[in-house]
């Protein structure tokens, strides 16, 4: 490599180092062929240590360019599915001529999770070997465009056709935001990074129903009231997703707001995840795996307990409201308190399982207030005197949003692997769609203003998933048993306390007192291997 004119030996040296390291990031496949880019990366600089305000700077700098971009593009995919709720109120089962004594509505609501179950494989694959900054711009703005197309959708065939083309665009998102998380934070700060964008679903039932209200005012002779809706709301996801494309970063290796000093840190903090970064490498023996592991089972059966009441309250909720006696624009504005119980309880949430270290209890306290909201709805009288009761059992329903991102967040820290996140991940959201796609099955217009099936089966369905959260935590117990026994065989500490889930300076405080007692451990951290063969892995509850 030639020396740049006028720079000293230091910078030149500096420059080739760099340089080397760029190379050897892009081209995983030399020298490091099924290690993590990340380990590429550091090979080639000196190990550091990272003190708590070289964390508290970085961290701070992470979060002012990867947050707003996860809130933005998340609160517009909320913005986008809830439409058609939003529609349904003004008009569209009317206007594009549904049938509403069949399930045509309902399928309506479906649709979009089926076109994501089917996308599922697809988009693990390629969140693996493309640059995930990139990916998630172009998915964003293939949405958007396919959102101003329903627009002109006025029959069920061809508002079907168009809700399946959305969920196809959009079963990328969340599957790459909870990649991005893990790839950008460590173990301690995943949860509430990931309850973050989660709650743009409570914003959006704020926001969303404002803005319902504002454009359900606009009389136009050329367009029905759910086409202005539609067509408002793909504009502005469209132009969004020219600043997602341009400022997301593919990894913290590639990241340009960072110095080269900071990407080290950046990485370094993320050693005692002992997840890697991104491999950019598809392996096979992750994926069998991922099918063959007993957590994805469980994570999945959990996800898809929860997804059957999301998708049939997120598809029927303004019209469970519209049944307790209320007109259009009063249903669209007691919707908002729904989502200010939801970003409560899924922000809330986050954080108390983030001060415990577990989010089991905390996922079991969550399904408490959704379990009386139903009985109060299965119980209360539809009459008017009973209106404020029922609003506030359709409020405490609303606490379910609040499972979801902690169910992803204990399924992301229990797995290692590039692959295999990738693959476990696409697994849950298979699991999620499927829930998504069964829920507004559970609900008919016709069955207005009780909704009984519907509200029977959410029932039971919450207290499934206390049952299975239980039976989580007692293999986790079962798996962190066998890593110990196999460290002690290699002669590593039995007990290794998990750092990944404490602060900097607790971290920090234990380095000047471990004297090498967890000798080795952490040295695999991105060797890409999965959670079951990595005997440093500590599983958490």
Same mark, same amino acid.
């Not at 089926?114 to 990139?134: E, W």
């Not at 959704?370 to 029922?390: D, F, S, T, Y």
């Not at 935590?473 to 404490?502: C, F, P, T, Y």
């Given at each position: 490599?030639?020396?740049?004119?006028?720079?000293?030996?230091?910078?030149?040296?500096?420059?080739?180092?760099?340089?080397?390291?760029?190379?050897?990031?892009?081209?995983?496949?030399?020298?490091?062929?099924?290690?993590?880019?990340?380990?590429?990366?550091?090979?080639?600089?000196?190990? /550091? $240590?990272?003190?708590?305000?070289?964390?508290?700077?970085? *961290?701070?700098?992470?979060? %002012? @360019?990867? +947050? &707003? =971009?996860?809130?933005?593009?998340?609160?517009?995919?909320?913005?986008?599915?809830?439409?058609?709720?939003?529609?349904?109120?003004?008009?569209?089962?009317?206007?594009?001529?549904?049938?509403?004594?069949?399930?045509?509505?309902?399928?309506?609501?479906? /649709? $979009?999770?089926?076109?994501?179950?089917?996308?599922?494989? *697809?988009?693990?694959?390629? %969140? @693996?070997? +493309? &640059? =995930?900054?990139?990916?998630?711009?172009?998915?964003?703005?293939?949405?958007?465009?396919?959102?101003?197309?329903?627009?002109?959708?006025?029959?069920?065939?061809?508002?079907?056709?168009?809700?399946?083309?959305?969920?196809?665009?959009?079963?990328?998102?969340?599957?790459?935001?909870?990649?991005?998380?893990?790839?950008?934070?460590?173990?301690?700060?995943?949860?509430?990074?990931?309850?973050?964008?989660?709650?743009?679903?409570?914003?959006?039932?704020?926001?969303?129903?404002?803005?319902?209200?504002?454009?359900?005012?606009?009389?136009?002779?050329a367009l029905h009231s759910y086409q202005i809706i539609f067509l408002f709301c793909g504009?502005?996801?469209?132009?969004?997703?020219?600043?997602?494309?341009?400022?997301?970063?593919?990894?913290?290796?590639?990241?340009?707001?960072?110095?080269?000093?900071?990407?080290?840190?950046?990485?370094?903090?993320?050693?005692?995840?002992?997840?890697?970064?991104?491999?950019?490498?598809?392996?096979?023996?992750?994926?069998?795996?991922?099918?063959?592991?007993?957590?994805?089972?469980?994570?999945?059966?959990?996800?898809?307990?929860?997804?059957?009441?999301?998708?049939?309250?997120?598809?029927?909720?303004?019209?469970?409201?519209?049944?307790?006696?209320?007109?259009?624009?009063?249903?669209?504005?007691?919707?908002?308190?729904?989502?200010?119980?939801?970003?409560?309880?899924?922000?809330?949430?986050?954080?108390?399982?983030?001060?415990?270290?577990?989010?089991?209890?905390?996922?079991?306290?969550?399904?408490?207030?959704?379990?009386?909201?139903?009985?109060?709805?299965?119980?209360?009288?539809?009459?008017?005197?009973?209106?404020?009761?029922?609003?506030?059992?359709?409020?405490?329903?609303?606490?379910?949003?609040?499972?979801?991102?902690?169910?992803?967040?204990?399924?992301?820290?229990?797995?290692?692997?590039?692959?295999?996140?990738?693959?476990?991940?696409?697994?849950?959201?298979?699991?999620?769609?499927?829930?998504?796609?069964?829920?507004?099955?559970?609900?008919?217009?016709?069955?207005?203003?009780?909704?009984?099936?519907?509200?029977?089966?959410?029932?039971?369905?919450?207290?499934?998933?206390?049952?299975?959260?239980?039976?989580?935590?007692?293999?986790?117990?079962?798996?962190?048993?066998?890593?110990?026994?196999?460290?002690?065989?290699?002669?590593?500490?039995?007990?290794v306390v998990d750092r990944s889930m404490e602060t900097t300076q607790q971290m920090q405080?234990?380095?000047?007192?471990?004297?090498?007692?967890?000798?080795?451990?952490?040295?695999?951290?991105?060797?890409?291997?999965?959670?079951?063969?990595?005997?440093?892995?500590?599983?958490?509850?």
């Amino acid at each position: 490599m030639s020396k740049p004119e006028g720079s000293t030996p230091i910078e030149q040296e500096i420059s080739k180092n760099e340089i080397d390291t760029i190379e050897a990031v892009q081209k995983p496949d030399q020298g490091v062929k099924g290690k993590d880019k990340a380990a590429a990366f550091i090979d080639s600089n000196e190990r /550091i $240590v990272v003190t708590p305000e070289d964390n508290k700077r970085v *961290l701070r700098k992470i979060d %002012l @360019v990867i +947050l &707003p =971009i996860l809130l933005s593009v998340y609160c517009l995919q909320s913005l986008d599915k809830t439409t058609l709720s939003y529609a349904s109120v003004f008009g569209l089962i009317e206007d594009a001529n549904l049938n509403p004594d069949s399930d045509q509505f309902s399928w309506l609501g479906s /649709i $979009v999770y089926i076109a994501q179950l089917v996308m599922q494989p *697809l988009v693990a694959v390629l %969140l @693996v070997k +493309l &640059p =995930i900054g990139k990916f998630t711009g172009g998915m964003v703005f293939l949405w958007g465009a396919i959102l101003c197309g329903m627009t002109g959708a006025k029959s069920f065939g061809g508002l079907m056709a168009t809700r399946f083309l959305l969920g196809a665009f959009e079963a990328a998102v969340a599957p790459a935001f909870i990649a991005i998380v893990q790839m950008w934070y460590r173990r301690s700060e995943q949860t509430n990074r990931n309850a973050s964008w989660y709650a743009m679903l409570g914003v959006v039932n704020i926001l969303g129903s404002l803005l319902t209200y504002g454009l359900g005012h606009i009389k136009s002779d050329a367009l029905h009231s759910y086409q202005i809706i539609f067509l408002f709301c793909g504009l502005l996801t469209v132009v969004v997703s020219i600043p997602v494309y341009i400022f997301m970063p593919d990894s913290p290796m590639e990241a340009k707001f960072l110095s080269h000093n900071e990407k080290l840190i950046a990485i370094e903090r993320l050693r005692m995840n002992q997840m890697g970064v991104a491999s950019r490498v598809w392996k096979w023996d992750h994926v069998m795996e991922a099918f063959l592991d007993v957590k994805t089972w469980l994570w999945f059966s959990m996800i898809t307990a929860i997804s059957i009441p999301s998708g049939g309250i997120s598809t029927f909720g303004p019209l469970i409201i519209k049944a307790f006696g209320f007109n259009q624009f009063a249903t669209i504005l007691f919707n908002m308190p729904f989502g200010l119980v939801q970003i409560i309880a899924t922000l809330g949430g986050a954080w108390l399982a983030t001060k415990l270290k577990k989010k089991s209890p905390v996922l079991v306290l969550l399904c408490i207030p959704p379990i009386i909201g139903i009985i109060i709805l299965m119980v209360v009288g539809r009459e008017k005197q009973h209106r404020a009761v029922l609003l506030v059992g359709y409020y405490l329903t609303s606490f379910y949003p609040g499972i979801s991102p902690l169910i992803y967040s204990w399924s992301g820290q229990n797995t290692g692997g590039d692959t295999k996140r990738k693959v476990t991940t696409s697994i849950l959201f298979v699991g999620a769609s499927a829930g998504n796609i069964i829920g507004p099955h559970l609900f008919k217009p016709a069955e207005a203003p009780k909704y009984s099936r519907g509200l029977r089966a959410n029932l039971a369905l919450f207290v499934a998933i206390a049952v299975l959260v239980m039976m989580a935590v007692a293999w986790i117990n079962v798996m962190n048993r066998k890593h110990a026994e196999r460290r002690v065989q290699l002669g590593k500490a039995a007990v290794v306390v998990d750092r990944s889930m404490e602060t900097t300076q607790q971290m920090q405080q234990a380095d000047e007192t471990a004297n090498g007692e967890e000798g080795g451990v952490g040295e695999k951290a991105f060797d890409d291997e999965t959670d079951l063969k990595n005997e440093d892995f500590i599983y958490v509850y």
